[in-house]
């Protein structure tokens, strides 16, 4: 019994070592041998890797039925091509795997690994009102990278403005700094910009910001004040002597009250009195007016006047109103149409016509020439511009 039993084990035994051996060409050999490649071992989350096991092989005469796929991020694929791609949304360190399947049911494992590197982490805080004329206060300097690395820093100081040509007015770098207050915004409005941190693997995260510029209040109060300019000099007849000036650059001039005076001829000789031409002209507003001298009476210098009131109309004063800044309001009450009489240069042209006598007396004229004095008064309106509630 007992040597009938160990035969019929040892049968059996090589009854299905034989069977084995027609199945296939031996247990050893029926897996396949998996080989997998990446097409980049390191990325920035939200990126693709493309894998590929198509170097694995099986021994003839198997053949490879299917590829199992483990991303390692709860993500699994078969197919039945050596090929697949993966996106990886999560920042770590991955190993993916394929499991290589032929059709005897043999299998084999290949792993890669991967770094998914994770953007830096933008934390930044941007002035949302100010004044026109403030700059704007931005900071990203609390922004990180998970992984310890560099972080630079690009302000696009306008999403609607494209500083560097390239056709997107939303990528410009106008500031490398984690802090800057280079932007100041001198017209009230809604300004809109962006912040894009970047690490050193060139992943990078970008938020808008928004700002508000309000405009200043200013008090306008027009305040009267006279110049008045001197000149004199001495002319022979037919000399003309010019003046150009600029009487007040930021005021509105209502009146001017312009004389020519000549010296009194007291010797009988040089009587009777002469005869001057004072022109005035205003190239800006299209005046030239011109006056001769005369002499009222007997006991007065000779002298010729030009005066001209309402040259502008009295503006409206001591009220407050709403501008960007002092400088345009100033520029907007000096140029209000139809109030810019007088602007720019003031040209007087002091010419001697004649002085009389030119009769000689020893060979010489008695009265060649005669001193002049002019005397210009202007009266004006300077603003003035205070700026409230601050
Ligand atoms: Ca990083
Ligand atoms: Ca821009
Ligand atoms: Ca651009
Ligand atoms: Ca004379």
């Not at 008090?219 to 000399?239: A, D, M, P």
Request: glycine share 6%; charged share 20%; with cysteine.
């Amino acid at each position: 019994m007992k040597v009938t039993a160990t035969s019929l084990t040892l049968l059996i035994t090589l009854m299905l070592l034989v069977t084995s051996f027609a199945g296939c060409s031996g247990l050893s050999n029926v897996n396949p041998n998996a080989k997998l490649v990446a097409d980049r071992d390191e990325i920035n989350a939200g990126e693709t890797v493309n894998f590929d096991a198509r170097e694995s092989s099986t021994p003839d005469p198997t053949i490879i039925e299917e590829y199992r796929w483990n991303f390692d991020d709860g993500s699994t694929k078969t197919s039945k091509q050596g090929v697949s791609s993966h996106q990886f949304s999560i920042p770590g360190y991955y190993s993916i795997e394929v499991t290589v399947v032929n059709d005897q049911g043999g299998t084999d494992i290949a792993y890669v690994s991967l770094f998914v590197n994770s953007p830096p982490i933008l934390t930044f805080d941007v002035s949302t009102v100010i004044r026109t004329g403030d700059s704007v206060i931005m900071d990203a300097s609390d922004s990180m990278d998970p992984e310890g690395g560099v972080v630079s820093f690009a302000w696009d100081f306008d999403i609607t403005v494209d500083t560097n040509n390239d056709g997107d007015p939303s990528n410009d770098v106008d500031s490398t700094d984690s802090i800057t207050t280079e932007l100041i915004l001198s017209q009230s409005g809604n300004r809109t910009g962006s912040i894009t941190v970047t690490d050193d693997k060139g992943a990078s995260n970008t938020s808008s910001w928004s700002v508000m510029v309000i405009s200043r209040t200013f008090r306008i109060v027009w305040e009267q004040q006279h110049v008045e300019l001197e000149w004199s000099g001495y002319l022979e007849q037919g000399q003309s002597y010019q003046i150009t000036d600029i009487p007040h650059s930021s005021s509105r001039m209502i009146s001017v009250n312009s004389t020519l005076v000549l010296a009194r001829d007291i010797l009988p000789i040089m009587w009777p009195e002469d005869n001057f031409t004072m022109a005035i002209s205003v190239p800006s507003s299209g005046w030239n007016i011109f006056s001769a001298t005369a002499q009222d009476n007997i006991t007065q210098n000779s002298s010729a006047s030009i005066v001209r009131d309402n040259m502008n109309s009295y503006p409206e004063s001591g009220y407050t109103i709403t501008a960007d800044s002092a400088d345009d309001l100033l520029y907007s009450l000096l140029n209000e149409p139809g109030q810019r009489f007088g602007q720019g240069e003031w040209i007087w042209t002091i010419t001697a016509d004649d002085c009389h006598p030119d009769i000689p007396i020893d060979d010489i004229d008695p009265d060649q020439g005669n001193d002049w004095q002019l005397v210009v008064d202007f009266l004006l309106l300077v603003p003035r511009i205070s700026e409230i509630g601050i």
